[in-house]
């Protein structure tokens, strides 16, 4: 398992010097950063959810922070037994990337990370899922091409954006598989979010190619990126809202002519 980063060490000390918890806050003050830091702190406070438990107390409006316990360290091939037979349960015997069945389809399912621990992935509930052996051993051959330390700073983005555009930036030039797009996107509308980095100035071309067997495989190659705004899913968003209220005024004006005539 990694290490914690020096500041979520920090944040774990200060946590354990205050048993009673702190709210995030009370951290951020206890540290000395800006308020305007405080986005950024609270990620580096949900880090610690990779090593300790932590758990949420609501006092009065107040939200605080205690660390509990130090979690086990384990290996993918250790998850707890338990929690292997919830997610085995979940997936009701089908696997959840190509949807083939123990029943019909023989397969037999073994339980795996969404997210490698290598980049970063937990063991919590949310980044497991039940795999047959083709979907497993094909995943694990395309995310072994990647440079594990920089999935995992990839990984750390919690834009969606930022995710597939920072996986774009360190392949410039260079084709992405969809497949890896789609993983570190983590969500079904990974396409149209990959589109909406255009809007931002970048520029993206998508290939295909045909496998042996046949199979059509997409690729995805950033040919020029762009720096950040400051939080791009509402600058993207703030441009769509734009985009629509000057579509609408044109249809209005192209009416206003309609009816002089
Ligand atoms: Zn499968």
């Known amino acids: ?34 308020a305007e830091e405080q986005a950024q702190l609270d990620r580096r406070r949900r ?21 509990g316990e130090r979690k086990a360290v384990v290996g993918s091939s250790a998850i707890n037994l338990r929690v292997r037979a919830q997610v085995l349960n979940a997936a009701r015997g089908r696997c959840q990337m190509c949807g083939r069945t123990v029943e019909h389809d023989h397969v037999k399912l073994a339980v795996d990370h969404k997210i490698p621990r290598d980049w970063g992935g937990s063991d919590e509930l949310d980044n497991l899922w039940a795999l047959c052996e083709d979907c497993n051993s094909g ?29 774009l930036r360190i392949n410039l030039g260079k084709p992405v598989p969809a497949k890896l797009l789609e993983f570190v996107a983590n969500q079904d509308d990974w396409k149209k979010r990959t589109r909406e980095l255009r809007y931002l100035g970048w520029e993206i071309l998508v290939s295909k190619t045909k496998s042996p067997s046949g199979r059509v495989n997409s690729q995805y190659t950033a040919v020029r990126t762009v720096e950040w705004p400051e939080d791009p899913t509402a600058w993207i968003r703030e441009y769509e809202r734009n985009r629509e209220a000057a579509n609408t005024q044109s249809r209005k004006s192209k009416l206003g002519l309609d009816d002089q005539m």
């Not at 983005?157 to 930022?162: G, I, K, Q, T």
Request: glycine share 6%; with cysteine; charged share 25%.
């Open 47 to 67: 880090e610690i959810r990779q090593w300790y438990h932590l758990e949420v107390e609501q006092v009065g409006n107040r939200a605080v922070y205690k660390l």
């Open 139 to 167: 995943k694990k051959n395309l995310f072994a091409t990647e440079d594990q330390n920089l999935m995992r700073q990839v990984m750390c983005h919690r834009s969606v954006h930022m995710r597939i555009g920072e996986l």
């Open 1 to 34: 398992m990694s290490q914690p980063s020096a500041m979520v060490r920090k944040i774990i000390e200060l946590l354990q010097a205050h048993p009673n918890g702190l709210t995030s806050g009370e951290i951020r003050a206890k540290l000395g950063i800006d």
